[in-house]
């Protein structure tokens, strides 16, 4: 029987910050593509979602406003102002997914500050929705923050293992 050197359960910070040796991986890992996969995945989440918000606005608008009456506005007014309110998350929501499928793309090309900058929204959005529902305002549904959860809980994954690490910091030696 072949004795087999296994991954210790923590590692020490220091060796974790040390330089990866010149003969570091030059192929892309698996973890890599799967992690930059995760990510325009994410980014597709995020188009249909937009594209869901903009059919469903109205009924957005009368269900988070409905302490405004229909007098104290008139109906061009309430129209340009619904109008407006959608272009502003429409055009916010497209920078921040074109700023994400950028940065898909820079990870599958093994750039590292990328991976780091993913890896921390995603803690961001996973602590977010724990939040959230630890604090009884959201539950996590299929149609709520299931999906998104999943998702961000293995980018985590794939981008945070050995490999994808090795390649990302070793870039720098390949050029």
């Known amino acids: ?11 020490v910070p220091a060796e974790l910050a040390t330089p990866v040796p010149v003969d570091a991986p030059r192929r892309r890992p698996v973890a890599t593509v799967v992690g930059a996969a995760l990510v325009v995945l994410r980014v597709l989440g995020g188009v249909i979602w937009l594209i869901a918000l903009t059919l469903q606005w109205p009924d957005v608008l009368s ?6 009456s229909a007098e104290q506005l008139s109906s061009e007014d309430a129209r340009a102002i619904a109008a407006a309110g ?5 055009v916010i929501g497209g920078v921040i ?33 724990f939040a959230a529902w630890w604090a009884g305002d959201q539950e996590i549904t299929l149609q709520t923050t299931l999906l998104t959860l999943s998702l961000d809980i293995l980018v985590m994954l794939a981008l945070s293992s050995r490999a994808a690490r ?8 390949r050029g």
């Open 97 to 129: 997914l074109l700023v994400e499928l950028v940065l898909a793309v820079l990870i599958y090309l093994g750039w590292n500050w990328p991976r780091v900058v993913v890896m921390v929204f995603a803690t961001l959005s996973i602590s977010g929705a």
């Open 86 to 90: 959608l272009t502003v998350v429409l």
């Open 166 to 173: 090795d390649y990302a910091r070793g870039r720098r030696r």
């Open 1 to 11: 029987m072949t004795s087999v050197d296994k991954r210790p359960a923590f590692e």
């Open 63 to 68: 269900d988070e406003f409905d302490t405004i």
